[in-house]
């Protein structure tokens, strides 16, 4: 008896053993140019976050959402409007869009959207502008697209969009 438990110990040391050292989870099949790609989108959000303004103060502000910052801060502002838009709101806005490098990958053009069916950090970010604003959110790639490459964004890009806010509907 007390051999087979013994036995069945060692098995199952030997299962976890094995499973565990046969994971290659450490870099999730990304290449390390991929790698790389995604370090320098890191390292450029890790380097706004800190900017200061020439009065000391920070220079973006910061929406945190699901354990992730986008970054934003307001270029110039029209006009004395203080409502905000909830998440449903339709809002009118010129948007454009680039990644970090400054390539374009979104053409400036007025669109219709609301803050809950665009990627969730520029949805975060749009709850907090008001009528007239000029803005530029830096969006991380996990509040953005995500790590797998879509309609032409690559795995892992931040984005920066900047937009003004023509009117809510």
């Not at 979104?106 to 520029?122: C, D, F, I, S, Y």
């Not at 995500?146 to 806010?165: E, H, Q, W």
Request: proline share 3%.
């Amino acid at each position: 008896m007390k051999r087979s438990i013994y036995a069945v110990i060692i098995l199952m040391m030997v299962m976890v053993v094995g499973f565990t050292a046969c994971g290659d989870d450490d870099d999730n099949g990304f290449s390390a140019e991929q790698i790389a790609y995604f370090e320098k989108n890191l390292e450029f959000i890790r380097e706004k976050k800190v900017l200061k303004g020439e009065d000391g103060e920070l220079l973006y502000k910061q929406v945190i959402l699901g354990g992730d910052t986008a970054l934003y801060r307001v270029l110039s502002k029209e006009g004395e409007e203080t409502k905000y838009p909830t998440s449903q709101t339709s809002v009118t806005m010129t948007l454009k869009g680039d990644f970090i490098s400054g390539q374009n990958f979104q053409k400036e053009m007025t669109m219709v959207l609301t803050p809950a069916n665009v990627v969730p950090g520029l949805g975060a970010i749009l709850l907090n502008n008001t009528v007239g604003e000029r803005v530029e959110a830096i969006i991380p790639a996990y509040l953005g697209y995500g790590y797998y490459d879509n309609r032409g964004i690559p795995a892992g890009s931040t984005l920066v969009f900047t937009y003004t806010i023509e009117k809510f509907n």
